[in-house]
């Protein structure tokens, strides 16, 4: 079983920057896949950022080059360096893991980008 807990979401102005955290509940070595993804009222879940195990980061068009994915091993986290953020950026963001065949979700942490 995995356990991940984001934190970081608030509200901030368009233009502004924010930090997401994901903490997972034990080592994140073995996961195969971490990411970010968000879901906006009324529109379905869509990927924003992930990375596999080997360090190898994929990023949806519509955030490349402002949001950047990290990840700490020795941490037990994943992190989400959101900057230039837009109205449109405004959602829940989830942090996910993948594990082989096993996918663990996150509760989700709220940003709103104010215009």
Excluded: H
């Amino acid at each position: 079983q995995l356990q991940l807990v984001e934190s970081g979401g608030g509200l901030v102005q368009a233009g502004g920057s924010l930090r997401l955290s994901c903490a997972a509940s034990r080592s994140i070595f073995a996961i195969n896949v971490m990411g970010w993804y968000r879901q906006a009222p009324g529109k379905q879940r869509e990927l924003v950022a992930d990375m596999i195990s080997g360090g190898l980061t994929n990023y949806a068009d519509s955030v490349k080059g402002r949001f950047t994915i990290s990840r700490d091993g020795a941490k037990n986290a994943v992190y989400l360096q959101m900057d230039s953020l837009q109205p449109e950026d405004t959602a829940v963001y989830y942090c996910n893991a993948k594990e082989i065949t096993i996918e663990y979700w996150g509760q989700g942490t709220q940003v709103t980008v104010s215009s």
